[in-house]
């Protein structure tokens, strides 16, 4: 089964810091791209960031640049959040998601959530 | 950045009711334009992709059309377990940006 299962969400004081994985399984991990997006309570869909297959071509939303790294392990099939000086306004449940053959996000994993409060 | 206006924000109708939500980009995205539906607690799913691309496994009463800066989503035939948020997205250029959502509610 084509699965992504993310983890190491929780509550974190403002400043803190937190790292999410997300596991591949069922498909060729290095052969798509992969993605972060986030949804805070009650709103819509944010993309986080991008990562190419080779773990090149690295990309993040203005939101978090400088303070959120992405990366990816082929090896082990999984990809990586590092979340830095973490803000209230970083709560939010965040997704891995891969693009696809057509270009859309086809595979997301249940999502992990964050909560960034003192 | 590309913002894409969603409309309408909401939308009641009934089982069999056609459906069309309409989304609009504030430049041309050369079609790079996917749906998803996403369910309350439960991550999105893709509905369709590059406008107008059926994606597999998804019923044939979901459909999308449009070019440039003008796109729609339909459903022919309403049914009880389409009631969920509908999100256009675009992929033209970074940042990649969401529609605001379309909320979907049975009368």
């Known amino acids: 089964e084509v699965q992504l299962v993310e983890s190491g969400g929780g509550l974190v004081q403002p400043g803190g810091s937190l790292r999410l994985s997300c596991a591949a399984s069922?498909?060729?991990?290095?052969?798509?791209?992969m993605y972060w997006v986030r949804q805070a309570p009650g709103k819509g869909l944010v993309w986080v960031s991008r990562i190419k297959r080779d773990g090149t071509n690295i990309r993040y939303a203005d939101s978090v640049k400088g303070r959120f790294t992405i990366s990816r392990d082929n090896a082990k099939n999984t990809l990586y959040l590092q979340m830095n000086s973490l803000r209230a306004e970083d709560t939010s449940v965040y997704y891995c998601t891969r693009s696809g053959d057509g270009g859309g996000f086809d595979i997301w994993g249940q999502g992990t959530i964050v909560t960034v409060s003192s | 950045d590309i913002q894409m206006t969603q409309s309408p924000s909401s939308l009641s109708a009934s089982v069999g009711d056609r459906v069309t939500i309409t989304c609009q980009a504030s430049?041309?995205?050369?079609?790079?334009l996917n749906w998803y539906q996403q369910k309350p607690g439960k991550a999105p799913e893709l509905l369709i992709y590059d406008a107008s691309n059926l994606e597999t496994g998804v019923p044939s009463r979901f459909s999308g059309s449009g070019s440039g800066t003008d796109f729609s989503f339909a459903i022919s035939s309403l049914q009880p377990e389409d009631i969920a948020t509908y999100y256009c997205q675009q992929y033209d250029s970074l940042p990649i940006t969401f529609g605001q959502g379309t909320r979907l509610e049975i009368k």
């Open positions: 069922g498909f060729t991990f290095s052969s798509y791209w």
């Open positions: 430049q041309d995205i050369n079609n790079y």
